[in-house]
């Protein structure tokens, strides 16, 4: 049993910036992928990036130049540092661990910027 506890998340305004961290606990898989998705109201969940056990790095389009992924494997977290935010930044941020077996995710923190 894996379990994810996300935090840093709270109330900016634009252009300002946060840093989420997703620190994972339990019987961690030695290969996995880690990743965060948001979910804003009224609106499907999307995914904002994500780092394989190998450090391969994507990003959604509407994050790339603003958000950075990164992951700590000896300290079992991954984080996503957020410059520039915007108003359509607002949702839910949740992490994820994606391996062979069942996914794990967090409980998700807030993120809301205000114009």
């Known amino acids: 049993q894996v379990q994810l506890a996300e935090s840093g998340g709270g109330l900016v305004q634009a252009g300002e910036s946060l840093r989420l961290s997703c620190a994972a606990s339990?019987?961690?898989?030695?290969?996995?992928?880690m990743d965060w998705w948001r979910q804003a109201p009224g609106k499907q969940r999307e995914l904002v990036a994500r780092i394989s056990s190998g450090g391969i790095i994507t990003y959604a389009d509407s994050v790339k130049g603003r958000f950075t992924i990164s992951r700590d494997n000896a300290k079992n977290t991954v984080s996503l540092q957020m410059n520039s935010l915007k108003p359509e930044d607002t949702a839910v941020y949740s992490c994820r661990l994606l391996w062979a077996g069942p996914d794990y995710w967090g409980q998700g923190t807030q993120v809301t910027v205000s114009s």
């Open positions: 339990g019987r961690i898989p030695t290969s996995s992928t």
